[in-house]
């Protein structure tokens, strides 16, 4: 687990950070931008695309988020926030300027450098895109050290795609990257593929020869995306994915997210199909 050299002698204190902007994603997601208060903190915070911070509201809570931005581009920190709950619709109610709490960062990370040279394919559905933004950009700013890069994203409508500008007017923008985009279900103006995101990622058959793939999304996706590429001949060495548990301390102590020995707040919440497999079913 890495932590923040700022944060270490008090982990389980938040510091103070402001919301510094506020992006509408989709009509239930939405991405703060934060800083912390304390210029030093700021500095400080070092954390790796995967990792986790616990966010608060006085008063209302805290929540374990993937920090969606990549470490890569200093200064700040984002979260993007699906309305689910207590916390989560406390702050859609937020506004910009408001005073928050965030401490960590928690869990492991994605192995990037065992990334290096290698083509990879990234998988992801609805707001499970959120943590692989984070190494998305990462890569994209670090081009030269990776292979091929090939995204499949897709959502339930049109209107529950996340970053679709960064989407149109980044990354496929990039030498070298292929974006691929489905829904559903389509509507009116929807003119691109329309099916679910195992199906998709099939038909787009990304080749295993020298790739890995990593997937984030709903549970049940993730399920049917692995027997896709397990059908298209990635070895569970190949695939990298994360696992959603409640997440209640962030540091192993109160057992809320264990897995037989395993505690995805400290060792996880990445893991490679090879390390779930020796691990009890989780999906």
């Not at 040279?117 to 700013?141: C, E």
């Not at 996340?162 to 389509?186: A, M, Q, R």
């Amino acid at each position: 687990m890495q932590q923040s050299s700022a944060l270490k002698k008090s982990p389980l204190i938040p510091e103070v950070a402001t919301i510094e902007k506020i992006t509408q994603e989709t009509p239930d997601v939405k991405t703060f931008r934060v800083v912390f208060d304390d210029p030093s903190v700021m500095d400080g915070f070092t954390y790796r695309s995967g990792q986790c911070a616990m966010v608060s509201l006085p008063g209302v809570g805290e929540a374990m988020i993937s920090i969606t931005a990549s470490p890569t581009r200093k200064g700040f920190l984002e979260f993007s926030v699906k309305k689910a709950g207590m916390l989560t619709g406390a702050l859609h109610e937020a506004e910009e300027g408001q005073k928050i709490g965030v401490r960590g960062p928690y869990g492991n990370s994605f192995p990037i450098e065992s990334m290096y040279g290698k083509d990879l394919v990234f998988i992801g559905g609805g707001i499970g895109l959120a943590p692989l933004r984070s190494l998305i950009n990462n890569v994209l700013d670090n081009r030269d050290k990776f292979g091929a890069v090939e995204i499949i994203y897709g959502a339930r409508s049109p209107q529950d795609l996340v970053f679709k500008e960064e989407i149109l007017e980044n990354w496929s923008k990039v030498k070298g990257v292929k974006v691929h985009v489905t829904v559903d279900k389509g509507d009116d103006d929807w003119k691109g593929p329309v099916g679910f995101v195992p199906a998709f990622a099939e038909q787009v058959n990304p080749s295993p020869a020298g790739s890995i793939a990593i997937t984030c999304g709903p549970p049940i996706m993730i399920k049917f995306v692995l027997q896709t590429l397990a059908k298209l001949k990635f070895t569970p060495e190949q695939i990298i994915t994360t696992l959603e548990m409640k997440m209640k301390c962030g540091v192993g102590k109160c057992g809320r997210c264990n897995i037989g020995e395993k505690y995805v707040c400290v060792d996880g919440p990445v893991f490679t199909l090879a390390q779930l497999g020796n691990m009890p079913n989780e999906f």
